[in-house]
């Protein structure tokens, strides 16, 4: 089992910065996924950014440019540097897992990012 905590949502102004941190613990395949999601109100979950094991990327077209997701394979853990914030980016924002040996999928409980002035 994987569990995934994560931290550093809150409040930001329009075109401020947050930081989100995602650190994973259990059994961990090194070959894996990881990545962010995020979900407003009455709207789906969609993806935000995802980097693999070995470090390519992929983003949403609505963040290129203002965010980075990055890795640290040493800690388990998966970072989105979060700039030039709108408040189209408010929204809950899942961790994800996605496990290439096992084919399972883990998310984090959540954390609400929220964009106002």
């Known amino acids: 089992q994987v569990h995934l905590v994560e931290s550093g949502g809150g409040l930001a102004q329009p075109g401020g910065s947050l930081r989100l941190s995602c650190a994973a613990s259990g059994s961990i395949s090194s070959i894996n996924t990881m990545g962010w999601y995020r979900q407003a109100p009455g709207k789906q979950r969609d993806l935000v950014a995802t980097?693999?094991?070995?470090?390519?990327?992929n983003y949403a077209d609505s963040v290129k440019g203002r965010f980075t997701i990055s890795r640290d394979n040493t800690k388990n853990t998966v970072y989105l540097q979060m700039n030039s914030l709108k408040s189209g980016d408010t929204a809950v924002y899942y961790c994800?897992?996605?496990?290439?040996?096992?084919?399972?999928?883990?998310w984090g409980q959540g954390t609400q990012v929220t964009v106002s002035s």
């Open positions: 994800y897992l996605g496990s290439r040996w096992t084919l399972h999928d883990y």
């Open positions: 980097i693999t094991n070995d470090d390519t990327t």
